[in-house]
Nanobody, 122 residues
């Protein structure tokens, strides 16, 4: 089993920045990719970014490209730097881990955190 715990969310003004963290524990060797997803009220969960541990290759959704950056460390924790935040970035952000390679499909991720709220005011 793998446990994921997100932190770093909060309330920020438009144009501001946040850094989300996802601490992983348990059988961290069982996954090869970690990603971030988000879900805004009344909307479906959407892909934000993902990172392959084997290659270091990253993928970012078009809506966040150039503003958000995913990164990781040797302990297989993952981070999401959020810059130039917009009100439409308001959502609960979830960390996820999977063993199916770099993918945007949420069904390919086996482990999920409980989420951290990001609220961007205009």
């Amino acid at each position: 089993q793998v446990q994921l715990v997100e932190s770093g969310g909060g309330l920020v003004q438009a144009g501001g920045s946040l850094r989300l963290s996802c601490a992983a524990s348990g059988r961290t060797s069982s996954y090869n990719v970690m990603g971030w997803f988000r879900q805004a009220p009344g909307k479906e969960r959407e892909f934000v970014a993902a990172r392959s541990w084997r290659s270091g290759i990253t993928d970012h959704a078009d809506s966040v490209k150039g503003r958000f950056t995913i990164s990781g460390d040797y302990a297989r924790n993952v981070y999401l730097q959020l810059n130039s935040l917009k009100p439409e970035d308001t959502a609960v952000y979830y960390c996820a881990a999977g063993a199916n390679g770099l993918t945007r499909r949420d069904g390919a991720y086996d482990y999920w955190g409980q989420g951290t709220q990001v609220t961007v005011s205009a």
